[in-house]
């Protein structure tokens, strides 16, 4: 996935990688997925799909029942306890109720906008790319 997010930057001999979208933001955006979807739902599955102008995070689920939107970074709630103590024995998940403001730290540390998200069916973290043009034109 982070293949499709990176940008090659040409210096004199050597080519420099960067990703357009910080790492811990979309490591975030997974964990998260795999920690908060609903299992009971058979049939859908966790989805990070990219497209030129965004990437969006999809588990299914929405905000487990008592969590609202405005409580994200605030409030936690385990949906599933025993894989969030299993994802938090690997460097992957710091603790808890930080996913958010984990993403939310990364994306202004990269100058970028914040997140958005959604939550019907589905819980969504909506992460917008920003457009971009290579700094050296192909002659014709």
């Not at 490591?27 to 030129?52: M, P, Q």
């Not at 102008?53 to 999809?58: L, P, W």
């Not at 993403?103 to 914040?114: G, H, V």
Request: net charge negative; hydrophobic share 40%.
């Amino acid at each position: 996935m982070f293949s499709l997010l990176r940008r090659s930057h040409r210096r004199t001999y050597d080519t420099l990688q960067t990703l357009e979208i910080p790492e811990e933001a979309l490591t975030e955006v997974v964990v998260n997925a795999v920690v908060h979807r609903d299992y009971n739902i058979k049939g859908a599955n966790i989805k990070v799909e990219v497209f030129s102008d965004r990437v969006e995070g999809s588990s299914p689920g929405g905000l487990p029942s008592g969590m609202f939107l405005e409580d994200l970074g605030k409030k936690s709630l385990a949906r599933n306890a025993i894989v969030a103590d299993v994802l938090s024995r690997t460097p992957y998940m710091e603790k808890l109720g930080t996913g958010s403001n984990r993403i939310a730290d990364a994306l202004k540390e990269a100058n970028l906008d914040m997140a958005e998200y959604e939550s019907s069916g589905f819980f969504t973290v909506i992460i917008q790319r920003t457009p971009y043009v290579t700094p050296y034109v192909t002659p014709m």
